[in-house]
């Protein structure tokens, strides 16, 4: 599959190997891998403390932090639950969506991260009883443990947008890059959202389609996919010089959270010319016969003005609105699982409610302290991101360890995460950020679009997650 990117580009003649060579060499991948290549000092002299550690789920965040954990224990007594054998690369399904990658080349085999050494149990936690250190699988097994580490993700709620189901992805023009069918072995909705860009083409050859990639009100994993999405999708169809009208209905009022990444990508779509944003618009209904998409749309009227405050009071208002599309990209309403939202362990009230408890810089679970969570199911303001939690769990490690020796908890996760939003086929804002504002890891403005970490994000990260990244080496 021979990779779109710009014209006179010195990747354009090479081999996706000889690419990769080259960008191994380059000072920004040699910077990285020096960086983050070699086991943290706690690593390197390992602790004799003991008990037993389950860790609940089997995505990168679980692989991380079961990784290190091998290296950080003397003698390790680990149990992992976790249904998948295969794993998927998720920030990969972008690149299978837009024809850059093919399936097989995000799909993993989880047993060799896994390995002989852990009690594997192939299944998933249904309930949780912290007070009695101890959970139960779907399948009925209970499961005793001294120390937790919850790293179960995120659930997608496609059946929450009435009149859709996820069987109904890849019909009608509907798509969503989130889908996958891991017990299949393949990344199924990547497949199909690349037919969805086909068959968009084929469109536009004799029409101009309407395009509606949608975002919900929920946290999302990797939140800028659905622009990802967007810009891929309109930049897919001007390089074989056709268009089409495109819609960015969303329900949040902007773009991105900080106002140089937003201002940036204002100018991107600009550039298009053919976007159209519907802020505040979240995504209730579907009529996929009719290829209708019914939205609340929620907004602020001014209202009368207030002598004292010397303002307007601003009313709050919402309504139903229908948009008709031809083809429709959907990003799915998230959760915790069930098993999460349903337990002592999961917020119970706020905006966090039903993801997991923890500390926001040490991820220890705020009342039950031999708990600690990683990854997208941790209840904390910050992107659900594979950046996030390749940056939670050296944390999450050295404060079990801590607590584990009866310490105190002290490595603290400064909220890192990060977006490589792609805004045309060869180019990307690489927006890295904390809790604190932007965080860019080199000196380069985070807000300019760059080919080089276009390159990077395709050639050179799929391998650095597979073979550094799982494995706790960076």
């Known amino acids: 599959m021979t990779p779109l990117l710009p014209k006179n580009d010195p990747l354009k003649s090479m081999s996706r190997r000889d690419a990769l060579k080259m960008m191994a060499l380059s000072p920004v991948a040699a910077s990285v891998l020096a960086s983050t290549g070699t086991p943290s000092d706690l690593e390197a002299s390992a602790s004799n403390a003991t008990g037993r550690v389950v860790i609940v789920g089997g995505g990168a965040g679980a692989l991380m932090t079961l990784a290190r954990l091998r290296r950080a224990l003397a ?14 690369y998720q920030p990969g399904q972008i690149f299978v969506a837009a024809g850059e990658y093919s399936p097989e080349d995000i799909i993993f085999d989880n047993s060799g991260y896994i390995g002989k050494s852990v009690t594997w149990i192939k299944d998933e936690a249904a309930t949780f009883d912290p007070d009695n250190n101890k959970l139960t699988t779907k399948g009925g097994k209970e499961v005793e443990y001294d120390y937790l580490i919850v790293a179960a993700g995120a659930q997608y709620h496609y059946e929450q947008i009435q009149g859709l189901t996820a069987d109904m992805i890849g019909t009608n023009g509907i798509s969503s890059v989130y889908l996958s069918d891991l017990a299949a072995g393949t990344a199924e909705g990547g497949r199909i959202t690349h037919e969805w860009f086909l068959a968009l083409k084929e469109a536009a050859k004799t029409s101009n389609p309407r395009v509606l990639c949608t975002q919900p009100s929920t946290p999302l994993k990797c ?81 009368e003005y207030d002598k004292d405050l010397e303002e307007y009071d601003m009313i709050d208002k919402e309504e139903s609105v229908e948009i008709g599309y031809d083809f429709i990209h959907i990003s799915p309403p998230t959760g915790a699982s069930e098993a999460i939202v349903n337990s002592p362990l999961s917020w119970q009230k706020g905006n966090a409610k039903g993801w997991l408890e923890v500390d926001r810089e040490t991820l220890q679970h705020r009342r039950y302290k031999n708990v600690f969570g990683i990854g997208d199911v941790c209840g904390i303001p910050i992107g659900k991101t594979g950046g996030s939690a390749r940056h939670q769990a050296p944390v999450v490690i050295k404060n079990l360890i801590s607590v584990m020796e009866s310490k105190k908890p002290e490595a603290l996760y400064d909220g890192y ?36 970490w276009w390159a990077f994000d395709l050639y050179m990260l799929q391998p650095m997650y597979r073979y550094l990244m799982l494995n706790g080496l960076m």
């Open 223 to 303: 939140g800028g996919a659905p622009q990802k999405i967007l810009y891929l999708g309109d930049d897919f169809l001007r390089q074989e010089k056709l268009s089409a009208d495109f819609i960015f209905a969303t329900a949040g009022e902007k773009l991105f959270a900080f106002p140089e990444i937003e201002n940036a990508i204002q100018k991107v779509q600009k550039g298009y010319g053919n976007i159209t944003n519907k802020f505040g618009h979240d995504l209730v209904s579907i009529d996929a016969e009719k290829k209708i998409a019914t939205f609340l749309h929620k907004y602020q009227i001014q209202g």
């Open 75 to 88: 003698n390790p007594d680990i149990i992992i639950i976790a249904p998948n054998d295969k794993h998927v």
């Open 417 to 452: 995460t990060v977006c490589p939003l792609k805004v045309s086929y060869g180019k990307i804002i690489m927006a890295e950020f904390n809790y604190d504002g932007l965080a860019p890891s080199f000196p380069l403005d985070p807000a300019e679009p760059r080919w080089i």
